[in-house]
């Protein structure tokens, strides 16, 4: 379903190489996420998840903040702009466990800015390949518990909605068809506000994009399911679809493999072969920095052998 389509394109922070620096740092000031709708996990794990590894060089006040926890062990004594860069570096770099730690400190905390990031660390924590189901389910539950709170404090937090949506499709997979589809229009309503509160979000527009694709391309046995569950099922077309998917790429050009592929995929489901192989090239010459692109570069590559 939509939902669960959408955990997979929030699958990872759309990144690049920091000049300087050994880690893979996000683009722009807004790549709140996702990376995640979700992460499908990818590289975000291999041999750099473990708390004791060491960070590489960063610069000016991320870089004091690491040293400060390091040689005090003290997180506490942190300034609210420490914690918070501190944090933003560490999910920029991939550390996942690390990241969760430092921010589980503030789970009482009534800063959203706090509260956000912890609901995505805990979601990215549930995907990773060494948590067990149970565990998976609880943090899935947490995270959504946590953004909760973070709009409730600050409703006018575009980071908030955005992973209110993609932590909703999380707890959905746990709760059947008929609430997973209920939660589809709550979703697409958060997806919006997001954009109103930060219309720079292209990663945002990306995951709404991906909404509108995911119910334009449902089959039709689906529909009807869905029609007897719900008078007005969601719907879209791709037309929906790509106007987003093309405004994502409009805002933060090249942001991110993904919205290339979709590119591609949704000018393909249109018919218009030209454009479909235009954008399906531009995928494939996207570097592969993670393990998503890797596999995003193989489905472009495999859908223009098909092509010819």
């Known amino acids: 379903m939509a939902g669960r389509i959408i955990t997979r394109c929030v699958s990872r922070a759309v990144v690049e190489f920091g000049s300087g620096a050994n880690c893979v740092k996000s683009r722009g000031t807004n790549r709140n996420y996702w990376t995640a709708l979700r992460r499908t996990s990818t590289a975000l794990t ?53 990241l969760y730690q430092l921010l589980v400190q503030y789970k009482d905390s009534n800063d959203a800015e706090f509260l956000w990031r912890l609901a995505r660390a805990s979601r990215d924590l549930s995907l990773l390949p060494n948590i067990e189901a149970g565990q998976k389910k609880q943090l899935t539950f947490e995270a959504f518990e946590y953004v909760k709170k973070a709009l409730e404090k600050d409703d006018l937090c575009s980071a908030a909605h955005k992973w209110y949506a993609v932590c909703l499709s999380d707890v959905g997979d746990y709760e059947g068809v008929k ?63 790509l106007a987003f998917f ?53 489905e472009a590559v495999d859908l223009l052998k098909k092509l010819g």
């Open 46 to 98: 291999s041999g750099r998840a473990a708390f004791l590894l060491g960070l590489p060089a960063l610069s000016c006040l991320g870089y004091a903040a690491y040293r400060k926890v390091q040689s005090s062990a003290v997180v506490c004594a942190l300034e609210r702009g420490e914690v918070l860069e501190l944090a933003d570096y560490l999910y920029s770099c991939a550390e996942t466990e690390k």
């Open 246 to 298: 093309l405004k994502a790429e409009e805002v933060d050009p090249n942001f991110y493999s993904k919205n290339l592929l979709m590119l591609g995929k949704t000018y393909l489901a249109m018919k218009d072969k030209e454009k479909a192989l235009l954008w399906l090239t531009k995928t494939k010459e996207y570097p592969a920095h993670t393990l998503e692109d890797k596999e995003v570069h193989n």
């Open 179 to 241: 609430v997973k589809i209920g939660n589809s229009y709550i979703i697409r309503d958060h997806l919006e506000r997001a954009i109103e509160l930060n219309p720079k979000d292209a990663t945002s527009i990306h995951i709404l994009g991906y909404w509108c694709f995911a119910f334009a391309e449902l089959p039709w046995y689906q529909r009807k399911v869905a029609a007897v569950i719900f008078s007005s099922p969601p719907e879209s077309t791709y037309e929906e679809a």
